[in-house]
């Protein structure tokens, strides 16, 4: 079984989709630390290193299928937001890009006749619904919550219980 030179090429673009998406939410995560909320910022965290695991589960599949890794530059993230809200909108359009970017690999899997990596991909087909309902939560609480931003602490607080 091997990959095809497009689908090869498509997920290492999607390793550094998915570092880069690590970067943003750790940028996220300095902004709401620098502005004293910690849960917010331990959320974002997580999500650093959730994003990273993505990336890392892509990497290890090229790798056991053949394929070769090619990493490449990761541009540097957005790091300053108008406020709370804006930095959640801007992680939320981000999981509806990566969205997108899994539905156009997936779409390449099954024009390539590729079983294996059409398998492969479906975790992360269910891992994004995942991920754009949780950002899409946090966005309604934080609209929610306005100006009140330790009553959106508290309701991150047991998110991460």
Known sequence: MALSKAMN????????????????????????????????AKLYRKQTEEEREHALKI??????????????????????????????????????KVTDQIHALVA????????????FLRWFVDEQVEEVESQRYLLDVAKMAG??????????SHLLK
């Open 108 to 119: 390449l899997a099954e024009k390539d006749k590729d079983y294996a990596t059409q398998s």
């Open 9 to 40: 090429a498509k997920l290492n673009e999607q390793i550094t989709n998915e570092f880069y998406a690590s970067q943003l939410y750790l940028a996220i995560a300095c902004m709401f630390d620098d502005l004293s909320l910690k849960m917010l």
């Open 147 to 156: 100006d009140r931003l330790l009553q959106l602490e508290a309701a991150v």
């Open 59 to 96: 990497l290890d599949y090229i790798l056991s299928v053949g394929g070769k890794v090619k990493l490449q530059a990761i541009a540097e993230p957005t790091a300053k937001f108008a406020n709370v809200q804006a930095a959640i909108g801007a992680a939320l359009e981000h999981e509806l």
